[in-house]
């Protein structure tokens, strides 16, 4: 969770148009240790007050013809002028606080102020009430304010006029003790935490011609709660510096207490993600653990490596390994972003100064007594976007880096692939409740009793309660699962996976035509399967006849291909890859011409996992499940009394590299029972998190809802991943008229944001100790923002670790459905993933997007046939 709000009172920027940015930053390869890991935008940049309840529903025909939304609220943009610190604030702190989005504002009566307006939907009722209570706790602070202090606002003028910003601030810095020394001042606007004794304060200093000037400091108005979030969110950024934290996006990390793992030369960093906000329960303080990790070899090392595998092809292997990633330079704890290598470049290569040129060797000698060893080593290229006072578009920083002193921080991929290694990592990284009940306390210590960081808190009236947040929250009632012949209880764990191999599946079809195709050396791979088949089917009810078997005498993409092309035919059911090794080219030549040239259904399995004979049983029992699911069956249900209802899911993919294309996946039910789903992707030129072609998948599926159905849905409940704060507002101006003009006045629309990575955790009192709580466990009060209609939800078993909940934000709710129909049918939504026999972290919906949007980005890169659309093909 973030809640930085927006100080578009509090700190002021100059600008003739606010650019409205997608995505938090540039995407990076991030370390993955993190529970709320998110390369979206968690950055929520609006104020969430004032809400406006109406729903203004456009009339459009189901055809989808177009009309022109109206909208009441008055679009503006604020002109603001950039906020300095003089003593305070660092210019980047003050870019910061001086960011600004384009806002809908209405007036209207609240203390004789224009307020600012979220177009967000807030209903009277946003706590539910049904299922068993339940204790918990949850890793939030109190803040409490000081009732004499506050952001106090003045409009500081001079007599005679001065033009200099600097000036300004400097005849005022000779006053800054009268005042009471903590200040902040943009050169016209003065903040202080104490209101002055008198309403208009009069200060004379010398010019340099020695004349007076006169400062006359008139009091304006006490800022509200609201706009001094951002404010609230820097000091914590300054008290982590404080406390030597070194800062990765938004989380702080301790770099004098690192977690060695001497084997592969790794390091991980503790640390802490806060993030201040005001919610149901007060103005709180959310901080949770997190982990960074850092090799222990300079890239420098790694680039040596590289250029001894193989040296014809050093530079592109380079590149391909190092950009994209994050580094950290050790002498000054700054991390970076690898954009470019420069191999023509090397450290006696010169750069300009304000004092003239000077070498890299020289620099690095001169202020940071650092002897750069190799001289003939590249150089490092990282850009960094910096906002222009002056103009809109500003120039990137460009930043050079000796790799000699540069180290890689975050999972790579060859670290992610080694399992002993992973599992060593998490050993570490994997921490229980109560050790973030203990890592939550000694923060609270660290603050209190360090000085200086306390100062930084007290002078703007702030400081922490010490004592962790207790709440009360809901269990729901337990789910039972509908298998053809058969009805279990999913129980308190909310896993099934002996039921799911043990009960014939709800909805089969029958393997009577198929192909697999194997590389010759893999015939034991082949008999394995083909055996274990036949033993384990019966069980499902289900019918495999013989396949048609091609053996290969190469294993090579172009063999496999080839083999598809001659033996695919409009019988076919679906085809079967049985392939050495997991090879990424030869996947996706796989994938490319069974989704789009040739489709059909198929299932690539890697030889390997079918050599484990203690293991192969239950890995053909699951790959039988799922090829059952890829011809269009289904495996079971859980009851959701709904009629004529269509539930839809929605997920983005981004190439990791920035350069190729984004895909957006919408997936949605076709029948009652929710076990059959169609599915279609957007392919979008450019990385971008709101989708433009949402209006034609939400035409194809309601088209082929009528098909299946013999009429259109009355309601559509609408579940967007993907999103994060900071899109809010763009999601409910922008991607919900997209499904207004397809259902005109005919159908509801619910839209439910899902939110997977937020730090928000809460945990089970168990005396003196604290346990993960069970799944379907509901908070909907205290921590849930203030003036939004959300809920966070616990919808899986975890025996390790902390459980993290999901954060479910409803944007709109036409048919009032209200919160307990929704939380119930989010949770029961948790169990129809037919890739795991019990419950996910989001709706399945969701994740049938976010698999369909993966595969058709990282593989197939292309349209998918109709012909496929109806079925799971994806898993």
Known sequence: MSGRGNLLHLFKKNVGSSEISFSSGEQTKDSGLDPDHSLSSDDYRGEINNIN???????????????????????TAHLMKN???????????????????????????????????????????TSGSKGSSVNLSSNYIRLESDPNKGVYVYEVRFNP??????????YLNEHKEKIGGTTTFDGTTLYLPIKLENELTTFLSKSINNTEIELRILFKKKESLKNCIQLYNILFDRVMRTLNFVKFDRKQFDPSNPKVIPSAKLEVWPGYVTAVDEFDGGLMLCCDVSHRLLSQKTVLEMLIEIY????????????????????????????????????????????????????????????HNINIKDIKQPLLLSLKKQRGSETLIAEDIRFCLVPELCYLTGIRDEIRADNRLMREIATITRVSPNQRMVALEKFYNNVSKTRAAREILEKWGLSLLNTHNSLLGRIMDLENIYFAKNIVCAGQKAEFSKDALNNEILNIVHMRNWILIHFKNDSRAVKALIDNMDRCCNAFGMHVSKPKIISLDKDRADFFVNALRRNINKDSQIVVCICPNSREDRYSAIKKICCSELPIPSQV?????????????SIVQKIILQMNCKMGGSLWRVKIPFKNVMICGIDSYHDPSQKGISVAAFVSSMDSSYTQWYSKAVLQTKREEIVNGLTSSFEAALR???IRNGYFPESVVIYRDGVGDGQLNLCANYEIPQFDAVCSN?????????????????????KLNFDNPLPGTVVDKYITRRKMFDFFLVSQNVGQGTVSPTHFVILRDDANYGPDIIQKLSYKLCFLYYNWPGTVRVPACCMYAHKMAYLIGQNVQRDTAESLLDKLFYL
């Open 704 to 706: 082929y809802y009528k």
């Open 161 to 170: 006029s001065i033009d200099s910003v600097h000036l300004r601030m400097k």
């Open 308 to 367: 001894r595998q193989d040296k014809s092809k050093y530079q592109e292997s380079a590149k391909k390994v190092l950009l994209g990633n994050i580094i950290i330079t050790r002498y000054n704890n700054k991390n970076y972003r690898i954009d470019d290598i420069y191999f023509d470049q090397n450290p006696l290569s010169e750069f300009e100064t304000s004092s003239g040129s000077i070498s890299y060797v020289d620099y690095y000698h001169k202020h």
């Open 605 to 617: 399995i890697n030889a390997r996992t079918l050599f484990n004979e203690t293991k192969n049983r």
């Open 53 to 75: 309840l109406s729903v203004h529903k456009p009339k459009f025909s189901i055809d989808g013809a177009q009309n022109v939304l109206s909208h009441k609220s008055l679009n």
């Open 83 to 125: 906020a300095s610190n003089s003593e305070n604030l660092s210019e980047a702190e003050t870019n910061k606080v001086g960011n600004i989005r384009n806002t809908h504002i209405t007036f209207c009566d609240d203390d004789d102020e224009m307020s600012i307006k979220n177009n967000l939907f807030y209903p009277t009722t």
């Open 746 to 766: 005919h159908i509801n629309i619910t839209y439910i944001i899902v939110q997977k990575r937020v730090n928000t955790r809460f945990f089970l009192e168990n």
